[in-house]
């Protein structure tokens, strides 16, 4: 993998022209013919202060391949999950087994069921590079493929509705954020209206991601975490989130160690994901901080150079521990780009309101 990155670019939160419409490849439309190829990137949320406010989506992708038809042997029909019976979805999971509920199936019922949208028979293939549990928005990603699914077929849906739409179905704004609209997401909840601000993340600024074979549901990570905290506590990630933002938005890297540090949830989860505590005490000239990946247990590294021997320092931490993990160095899904492999990154962010 190479360790150096383009130039520092300039990003900022200023307004651009929305971009509405599904992710993906058309098909569908009528008789059959074809099949719908989506692609939805995960997510890595909170970046360190941004407690359920900050994300930046990810290109690792959830795959969908859709095509009328069916049930066909080796498929597996789904049940109805929002009351509308009578209509066999049939999913094929290709490299993982689904554990729970299918979120993807979930959204698809429930925006179908609001529009009164008739549901055909449909044979979806899945695969997912992003881990189940692994805080890298895996849940998410299924209820954004849901929605998509859906706005593949029924036609355009305003992104107002899909943002609010995915919020009610996930509990909270920030990965279902980045993962509908790519690049790095602030998110707001004011009274039950959801406001967005997108903007595009430094290309020059390298993700390292270390996921520990350890699954962590976002709840049992929540459990952890105090219902109050102190005023001091309070004020500290407030001064974060501002000096993070723009850091990244003059792209001054250098500030970024201090600006990751968070009170309001790294803290209590160090008792339950292993290797945090140590990764976030990890120095090298070249590492600009480190951060917990949502409700864990993937940790994120960042730097422009040397990226392999930032991967490395991760990987010893879990070798240490016997814990098999998985380290890559990631690319942002970009704002604004559609999921598909044709991406291409748009200047600066974008303001979205949702009800």
Known sequence: MPTDQPSKPTT????????????????????GAGEIILRIPGSIANLGPGFDTLAVAVQLYLTLRVRRGPEEPGLHPSTPTTGVPG??????????TLDGENYIE???RFIAEHHNFPIPPLV????????????????????????????ALAGPVDEQELLTTACELEGHPDNIAAALLGGLTVSLDAGGALHVLRSTWPE??????????????????????????????????????????????????????????DRLHQPYRTQIVPGLKEALALRHPSLFGVCLSGAGPSICAFAE????????????IYKEKSIPCRVQILKVHPTNAPASSQSTQKPFAESVHGR
Do not use: W, Y
């Not at 939160?13 to 008789?31: M, Q, V, Y």
């Not at 695969?127 to 954004?144: C, F, H, N, Q, Y």
């Open 124 to 151: 979806i293939q899945v695969e997912s590079d992003i881990p189940m549990k692994g805080g890298l928005g895996s849940s998410a990603a299924a209820t954004v493929a849901g929605l998509r699914l859906f706005e």
């Open 87 to 96: 209509t066999p979805l049939n999913f094929r999971f290709v490299n993982q």
């Open 204 to 261: 020059s600024l390298a993700i390292v991601v270390a996921t520990p074979e350890h699954h962590l549901a976002t709840k049992a990570s929540r459990a952890v975490l105090p219902v109050l905290v102190s005023r001091e506590d309070a004020i500290f990630n407030v001064q974060r989130v501002a000096f993070l933002l723009e850091a990244l938005r003059s792209a001054d890297f250098t500030l970024l160690r201090d600006a990751l540090e």
């Open 12 to 31: 900022g939160f200023c307004p651009i022209e929305p971009t509405a419409g599904s992710l993906g490849t058309p098909g569908l439309p009528g008789t």
């Open 106 to 108: 979930r959204a698809f």
């Open 305 to 316: 150079h040397d990226l392999e021997q930032i991967s490395a320092m991760l990987a010893d």
